[in-house]
Antibody
Framework: QVQLVESGGGVVQPGRSLRLSCAASGFAFNYYGIHWVRQAPGKGLQWVAVISYDGNAQYYEDSVKGRFTISRDNSKILVYLQMDSLRVEDTAIYYC??????????????????????WGQGSLVTVSS | EILMTQSPVTLSVSPGERATLSCRASESVNNKVAWYQQKPGQAPRLLMYDASNRASGFPARFSGSGSGTEYTLTISSLQSEDFALYYCQQYNKWPLTFGGGAKVEIK
């Protein structure tokens, strides 16, 4: 079955960096975009970033643009979220989530449906001095 | 960015009763609305997409409707496992945005 497992969370001081990983299994990873979505403690959901199936396109939420970088290694079936210049307000559970759209056999330009049909269990990032 | 406003924030319903959750977008989102269910300590689960298409694993008592800026999630007869948080999300424009969530609790 589809599985997404996040790792790399922890406690970090403001201004420092952290890298999250998302390991995927149970589906044809190289045909799907992968998103990161976060949830501050006791709060709602906030989309953070997405990377296309081939890694050629990335999109970010404005508050993380220039600080976070999403990347993927299809040979290792991993997606990463490099988080630099972390702020207290970045404290959250970070979920990786699979995009709904299967790009296999698709030759169009829109490689993402931008909603999430499978989620990991999340990795907690706490930014605190 | 498109603001998604959910109402009510909390809905108290007895088992077997109907629950109706609303989601209003700050501009038209062309039916590009998804709904997610989240239970305590768990990741969200996709429940509905394209406003009215039910995701696999959810029974027919869940239905979605709407157009333009107004969308609704209806649970026709609440079962014990349906008491949870529900979020709407628009994917018509970047950035992707969620509503603040609605809690369906036992009355």
């Amino acid at each position: 079955q589809v599985q997404l497992v996040e790792s790399g969370g922890g406690v970090v001081q403001p201004g420092r960096s952290l890298r999250l990983s998302c390991a995927a299994s149970g589906f044809a990873f190289n045909y799907y975009g992968i998103h990161w979505v976060r949830q501050a403690p006791g709060k709602g959901l906030q989309w953070v970033a997405v990377i296309s199936y081939d890694g050629n396109a990335q999109y970010y939420e404005d508050s993380v643009k220039g600080r976070f970088t999403i990347s993927r290694d299809n040979s290792k079936i991993l997606v990463y979220l490099q988080m630099d210049s972390l702020r207290v307000e970045d404290t959250a559970i970070y979920y990786c989530a699979k995009d709904f759209f299967n790009t296999q056999g698709y030759s169009g330009k829109n490689h993402l449906r931008n909603f999430f049909d499978q989620w990991g269990q999340g990795s907690l990032v706490t930014v605190s001095s | 960015e498109i603001l998604m406003t959910q109402s009510p924030v909390t809905l108290s319903v007895s088992p077997g009763e109907r629950a109706t959750l609303s989601c209003r977008a700050s501009e038209s989102v062309n039916n590009k609305v998804a709904w997610y269910q989240q239970k305590p300590g768990q990741a969200p689960r996709l429940l509905m997409y394209d406003a009215s298409n039910r995701a696999s694993g959810f029974p027919a008592r869940f239905s979605g409707s709407g157009s333009g800026t107004e969308y609704t999630l209806t649970i026709s007869s609440l079962q014990s496992e349906d008491f949870a948080l529900y979020y709407c999300q628009q994917y018509n424009k970047w950035p992707l945005t969620f509503g603040g969530g609605a809690k369906v609790e036992i009355k």
